[in-house]
């Protein structure tokens, strides 16, 4: 009898949600997860034998009985693969390893002096390389890299504007792929982020999030519903490109008076001219040091992301705002500015309801959120999409 892809599609659809229970649930008994799944137990038997002669689940022994023969507990294999996730920014980039389940093996952190493609291409897969080359004798070995870009990204993986990078049009994609021979996921760098707080960060429990990037620039991921929200074309969250002077400063976009002109990395650093500071981490170190200049600065930039932030409140009445990046490290010194300003200036039924925070997984949120992509890609590489 010919095997019918209606039944073809059924096996896989099931198979994918078995494998996901166990990946969010383990350790689990067949049992359960057949009342978890809604399959019947011959089905979920089957489908975890395949799942256990691919590697990406074994047996641990015998959990609790309940009444009758103690049942066999399940767990997903998280050291079945490895994940490269790679943050690229305008100053730096950091590259990590994990297993299949966000747990960091290795990294690299590698300072940006050019940002022509062609040596950052370079840069990117020596630091790819040598963490591909750290990786634990395995069943999959490297499963693919994922890597978020400050930059305006399509679903070919081509960055087609990052003005902080000076980049249009850059099959990064197509490029890294070819040169890793790994599968290649790119995205924007503030959506990695949120997928990294949603995963393995301050987003866990809630369902509305909007993740604020704030590093050389500003970018957003938005999650509704558990999900990022891209826009029709797969481009929204430049939020950083929000105007709020209306004469204001010129940005590299080609625009004027854009948020991330006032609230930025970057513009703290402009700010920091006068005081002889030319990197970040010195302005941190001023601040600590209870320098007034610094305290100052940082109210100011403060003020500014409180203004942005009141407007994503008043546009998206999100559960929950989080601000990571860079801007994480002067969290001290801008809190009680931005909770002021927001107080201020959103509307006191969408502002009651919003939580801000800073993203606890700090400046790795991107990074993680990057590798975490490449595990959805390989363990999704059977799901059916519609």
Known sequence: MQTTGDQFLVKKINKAIVLDAIVRHCPLSRAQLSDMCGLNKGTVSTLVGELIEEKLVYEIGFGRSSGG??????MFNKSAGYAIGIDLEVRHMLAVMTDLDGRVIAERQVELERHDP????????????????????????????????????DDKGTVLFAPNLEWEQVELERLLRESLAVPVTIDNEANAGALGELQYG???????????????????????????????????????????????????????????????????????????????????????????????????????????????????????????????????????????????????????????????LGERSAVMGAAFSAVTAFLSKDRVTW
């Open 69 to 74: 023969r103690k049942p066999v507990m399940l």
């Open 118 to 153: 062609a040596s950052v291409l370079e840069l990117l897969t020596g630091a790819a390389r040598s963490l591909i080359g750290e990786a634990p004798p395995s069943a999959y070995g490297v499963i693919g890299a994922g890597v978020g870009v400050a930059g305006i990204v």
């Open 202 to 360: 301050a987003g866990k429990e809630a369902s509305g999030i909007v993740y604020l990037s704030v590093g050389a620039g500003i970018g957003a991921g938005i999650v509704t519903g558990g999900s990022l929200m891209k826009g029709a074309g797969g481009f929204s969250g430049e939020l950083g490109h929000t105007t709020i002077e209306t004469n204001g400063k010129r940005c590299r976009c080609g625009n004027k008076g854009c948020w991330e002109q006032y609230a930025s990395e970057s513009a703290a650093l402009e700010l920091a001219r006068p005081l002889g500071v030319a990197r970040f981490g010195e302005l941190i170190e001023l601040a600590k040091q209870d320098a007034p200049e610094a305290i100052r600065l940082f109210h100011e930039v403060g003020e500014s992301l409180g203004i942005g932030i009141a407007n994503v409140i008043n546009a998206f009445n999100p559960e929950l705002v989080l601000i990571g990046n860079r801007m994480v490290l002067a969290e001290p010194w801008i809190r009680t500015a931005i909770e002021r300003t927001v107080s201020a200036r959103a509307l006191p039924f969408h502002r009651r309801q919003a939580q801000i925070r800073f993203a606890s």
